[in-house]
């Protein structure tokens, strides 16, 4: 079974500060994602990456950058927090591109941001 | 853009009727629609999927149906019992020619009545 780790299940940071949300894959995975999920909203699509040093900007990338330096992992970060950013964030990584194979999801890193 | 559109948002049943949940998607070259499930606390699970090439899907209470021509996609849950209780999410996507992207739908939250 695929296996999404995100590193913090609730995160309280303040307004202004720096925050790292951290994501690794056990499966060898080309393919992973950082969504962002508000009621009402469904899942929005932040950054992705389809390779190592590859990026993309999803949907909503303000206010956000990834990092990816090995295969496994995938960083997102925020460089300075403000309080619109509470969310649930979720990471998810992909075989083949998500039209062609399903996404598998970590189970969410909750971020308030005071 | 793209969008794709899901309802109803909250839905209510009692156990052992069915339940069927709606997405219409807008872009017509979208030839991958999984849905997925959501339960408290963790990420999105895939349940099932459908290709364009298939009008129908089963898997054992879950069936998927397609209507390429109008553009929307069905979730029907037969014989509904209490554990079906989460947040439903589907979803759009087509590779490459999206951008490797998955549209995802606002989320259906299906309770089920003991």
């Known amino acids: 079974d695929v296996k999404v780790t995100q590193s913090s299940r609730y995160l309280v940071k303040r307004t202004g500060e720096k925050v790292f949300l951290e994501c690794v894959q056990d499966?060898?995975?080309?393919?992973m994602f950082w969504y962002r999920q508000d009621p009402g909203l469904g899942l929005r699509l932040i950054y992705f990456?389809?390779?190592?040093?590859?990026?993309e900007k999803g949907d909503i990338p303000e206010g956000y950058s990834v990092s990816r330096e090995k295969k496994e992992r995938f960083s997102l970060i925020l460089e300075s927090a403000s309080t619109n950013q509470t969310s649930m964030y979720l990471c998810a990584s992909s075989l083949y591109p998500p039209g062609a194979s399903p996404l598998h999801f970590g189970n969410g890193t909750r971020l308030t941001v005071t | 853009g793209e969008n794709v559109e899901q309802h109803p948002s909250t839905l209510s049943v009692q156990e052992g009727d069915s339940a069927v949940i709606k997405c219409t998607y807008s872009?017509?070259?979208?030839?991958?629609f999984p849905w997925y499930k959501q339960e408290l606390g963790k990420g999105p699970q895939l349940i099932i999927d459908i290709r364009s090439n298939v009008g129908e899907k089963k898997d054992q209470r879950i069936a998927v149906t397609l209507n390429k021509t109008a553009k929307h996609f069905s979730l029907h849950i037969t014989e509904t019992q209490p554990e079906d209780s989460a947040v439903y999410f589907c979803a759009a996507g087509a590779g490459y020619n999206q951008g490797g992207k998955l549209i995802f739908g606002q989320g259906t939250e299906l309770s089920v009545k003991p």
């Open positions: 872009d017509s070259a979208s030839n991958y």
């Open positions: 990456s389809y390779d190592v040093k590859m990026k």
């Open positions: 499966m060898d995975h080309e393919n």
